[in-house]
């Protein structure tokens, strides 16, 4: 036995000798860590580096069949799901690898950003992990074109015209963004190339720098309230702390990151089996226009902002905000290097966090379903609720048939189904008049197109007498004051003058004459 | 740093005198400089074309893609309406499988008047329908939508939808096709105005409407 442990020694020793890795890097995980940062909170940066690990293993798996061409992208998804033994669980993998992913990375920037650990001498530390974000942002972006259906067809498409609009270079940007005039396979080459070569290369280099960088600053200590960050004394402060209360980062605060780094394993792994892999949705054939295009899950906020957007703003907004919000996010510790790091005395961050995520929150909410989109069915498949068609008259009743036959449940409600596009119907003659209704539907404003050339005297007839029912549960109807006033005045009038002609010699509605 | 590898002024260099390094080295640091800057010519020259085969996509003259295609007999088009037709992308290559289809609305005004609208929204590029009772085209990403003569009628467009030229040969509709339609890469529409209506009209509806 000792004779086996000696040659195991030597067998070490020849290795390290040549090799000379082990001994720095042994020391590097034991390097001696403040006693505070041992927590729960910190586990997030080494979950996502071990989630990037996974992508890279399920993704050189998934290469092993998938064909990046546009003629075959689509088949070889749909083999993958339905011919290969468990090619459907490491597409899953990947796809829901890709989702935990971004939710880590954008927790783990949230945490450096509210216990202000991105201040000094951390700062480039920071620049570089921002830089990691938008990677990983990239990954998936391209990583929804290589599945390679409508919704990254048309996705491409909407990449296409948001790099239209910058000014002056939009058309080669298009040509470049999609490797020729059209969305084809050039365009599907070079976003693989992307995927698989460009960003993973940058990331995984940005990844060694990053952790280079934590290494040697070491991890920063727990936020105290009060104990402010100076260049001139930082450094010998984290020294001291450390020297007092240090203790290995490994094992005694790595078991925590392993546990946490385990469960999320575990998490993608459930959900993976469970709920399968994303897609690979319809054929990419543009001649196929029964389609709503969707981004995945962690793009849908721009899609909503997109949509609210007024047209005059979208240019600007859409080229001049994300470079804002960049510079913003890279330039901040140059800014804030110094001073307070603790949450409970930076209010200002801790609002930031919270608008941004209840913004972004919201718009994600939207992103689902879409309420400014109208239902393109919704005419031939919601019928006319049977309540709103008793004890009418048949001019009412041929009023919804209107309604239902010029498609206006494509964007309006009633009785809850229906497009959310224009407000719900169910009691509008309690907002407008029949005069406003009548100029509503045939010359449009507020969003709503003119329906005049679509409309005959008789339809439109028909259909503002149904919408005049629609009073809820039976409100007051909406009325025009300044008629009745006018109304009032007139009979007044003709009570004192006794003249039979209106204002300005018009004879007055309703009266023989 | 590895043990074997010294820092300067740990090298047994270090015992020369400043003239015998300078001597020592002078040569030698010329070469190198030398080395440097030969592969500063080569980097440059290999780049050249390297970059050139990079940026390919984008230096084509934008007035050169496209050509004319036919997408039907003009018979298939009644007057009065708006249908769908489908055209092979006359730019596409040998890869690009079902993506080289491209789809148009053709509107027939009269006997010799048609309009023939791209597929693709003037807001983001997403595929527009035609509804012909309402006789609106709509989008489904973010509810464009479009007047039967293509012009802009609510939504987040900016302009109206993108046309193609078209002529009469013979008895077939032939459009001219090229580039996808953007607000940059028109599809052969520059003689129409880039904004079709100004902002939004005023809202009349809550206030003074009965002028």
Not at chain 1, 36 to 56: H, R
Not at chain 1, 399 to 405: I, K, S, T, Y
Not at chain 1, 468 to 490: C, K, V
Not at chain 2, 98 to 126: D, Y
């Amino acid at each position: 036995m000792g004779r086996l442990k000696e040659q195991g020694i030597a067998a070490y020793q020849w290795l390290e000798h040549r090799l000379g890795l082990i001994q720095p890097i042994k020391a590097a995980a034991e390097h001696p860590t403040p006693s505070n940062n041992a927590s729960w909170w910190y586990v997030f940066g080494s979950a996502a580096t071990v989630l990037l690990i996974l992508q890279v293993m399920t993704g050189i798996l998934l290469a092993l069949i998938y064909s990046p061409s546009a003629n075959e992208a689509w088949s070889s998804l749909n083999f993958l799901n339905h011919n290969i033994a468990l090619g459907w669980y490491v597409r899953a993998l990947h796809g829901w690898g890709s989702d935990f992913m971004i939710a880590i990375v954008l927790i783990h920037m949230v945490q450096v950003f509210l216990f202000g650990s991105y201040k000094f001498p951390r700062e480039l530390t920071w620049i570089v992990g921002v830089v990691l974000l938008l990677l990983t942002l990239g990954m998936a972006f391209t990583g929804q074109v290589m599945r390679f259906d409508q919704d990254a067809y048309w996705g491409l498409g909407i990449g296409a015209s948001i790099s239209s609009r910058v000014p002056f270079i939009g058309a080669q940007l298009v040509h470049l963004v999609l490797g020729g005039p059209i969305i084809g396979g050039a365009t599907l080459s070079r976003f693989f190339t992307l995927h698989v070569f460009v960003i993973p290369g940058l990331l995984l280099a940005g990844v060694g720098l990053h952790v280079w960088m934590v290494l040697r600053h070491g991890v920063s200590d727990w936020p105290m309230p009060g104990r402010l960050v100076r260049k001139s004394t930082y450094e010998r402060e984290y020294h001291e702390l450390t020297e007092k209360t240090g203790m290995p980062f490994v094992p005694d605060a790595a078991w925590k990151d392993a546990v946490f780094a385990a469960a999320i394993l575990f998490s993608v792994m459930a959900c993976a089996f469970f709920f399968g892999p994303f897609g690979p949705g319809g054929q990419p054939d543009p001649t196929i226009i029964q389609t709503a295009p969707k981004p995945d899950f962690f793009f849908l906020w721009i899609y909503a902002v997109l949509a609210f957007l007024p047209p005059a703003l979208e240019t600007p907004v859409l080229l001049i905000v994300p470079v804002l919000a960049i510079a913003g996010m890279l330039l901040l510790p140059l800014i804030a290097g110094e001073g307070e790091r603790h949450w409970a005395r930076r209010p200002v961050a801790v609002l930031s966090v919270s608008v941004i995520a209840v913004s972004l929150g919201i718009f994600t909410r939207l992103g689902t379903y879409t309420p400014w989109s109208p239902v393109m069915d919704a005419w031939s498949s919601d019928a006319v609720p049977v309540k709103y068609m008793q004890g009418r008259t048949p001019l009412e009743r041929q009023g919804a048939m209107v309604l239902q036959d010029k498609q206006c449940r494509d964007c309006h409600e009633l009785d809850g189904a229906g497009g959310q596009r224009g407000p719900a119907l169910d009691s509008v003659a309690t907002r407008l008049t029949e005069d406003q209704i009548v100029r509503q539907v045939l010359q449009g404003g507020g969003n709503m197109p003119a329906y005049g050339n679509a409309l005959n005297p008789s339809e439109t007839k028909a259909l503002v007498s149904f919408l005049m029912t629609l009073r809820g549960n039976d409100l007051q109807p909406a009325m025009d004051a300044s008629r009745e006033l006018t109304r009032s005045s007139e009979m007044q009038e003709q009570k004192s003058q006794g003249d039979t002609l209106g204002p300005k010699g018009t004879p007055i509605p309703g009266q023989k004459q | 740093m590895s043990e074997f590898l010294k820092y300067p002024g740990e090298s047994k260099n270090d015992i020369l005198s400043p003239e015998g390094k300078a001597e020592a080295h002078t040569r030698r640091v010329f070469l190198f400089k030398m080395a440097v800057g030969l592969n500063a010519v080569v980097g440059a020259v290999l780049a050249v074309p390297l970059i050139g085969y990079l940026l390919g996509p984008a230096s084509k003259k934008k007035s050169n893609v496209g050509s004319w295609i036919s997408i039907g007999d003009v018979g298939e088009f009644p007057v009065g309406q708006t249908r769908l037709a489908e055209f092979r992308s006359p730019v596409a290559t040998f890869d690009d499988g079902e993506t080289a289809k491209v789809s148009c609305w053709v509107r027939r005004i009269s006997e010799q008047t048609f309009q023939v609208f791209a597929i693709n929204c003037a807001h983001l590029g997403c595929p527009v329908r035609w509804f012909s009772e309402s006789k609106l085209f709509l989008c489904p990403c973010h509810g464009g939508a479009y007047y039967e003569d293509g012009s802009r009628a609510s939504g987040p467009p900016e302009r109206g939808l993108f046309e193609y030229r078209y002529k009469i040969a013979g008895s077939s509709l032939v459009i001219h096709a090229g580039d996808m339609p953007t607000l940059a890469t028109q599809a052969s529409c520059k003689d129409k105005p880039l904004v079709q209506i100004g902002p939004a009209a005023v809202e009349t509806r809550s206030t003074t409407w009965e002028g």
